[in-house]
């Protein structure tokens, strides 16, 4: 019953500057990390940005010092602000929670995806 939404995606221009939000919703007990994932057409999803409840982040190296994870544990939602496009940052994003429902159940809940589109 636990719900991944995700907002923001779009088309922009190379430079550009676009912030991703997801929202989780539903009966949750808490929630541990929270991150960004991408797939690209034809490639494998990849990690894009963690950050944990307590505020720890990593990037990957193809995003570090462009993109921005952030989160809002009142409104159990995660963010990514993402500056400096490049069109090799195209992809489907995919928003990802380790959300527990209860004590002692834990499990990892999937956003459906929101287009990113990065023109040259």
């Known amino acids: 019953q636990v719900q991944l939404v995700e907002s923001g995606g779009g088309l922009v221009q190379a430079g550009g500057s676009l912030r991703l939000s997801c929202a989780a919703s539903?009966?949750?007990?808490?929630?541990?990390?929270m991150g960004w994932y991408r797939q690209a057409p034809g490639k494998q999803r990849e990690l894009v940005a963690t950050?944990?409840?307590?505020?720890?982040?990593n990037y990957a190296d193809s995003v570090k010092g462009r993109f921005t994870i952030s989160r809002d544990n009142a409104k159990n939602t995660v963010y990514l602000q993402m500056n400096s496009l490049k069109p090799e940052d195209t992809a489907v994003y995919y928003c990802?929670?380790?959300?527990?429902?209860?004590?002692?159940?834990?499990?990892?809940?999937w956003g459906q995806g929101t287009q990113v589109t990065v023109s040259s």
């Open positions: 990802n929670a380790g959300i527990s429902t209860g004590v002692g159940l834990m499990r990892n809940y």
């Open positions: 539903g009966i949750i007990f808490s929630i541990n990390n």
């Open positions: 950050i944990t409840s307590g505020g720890s982040f």
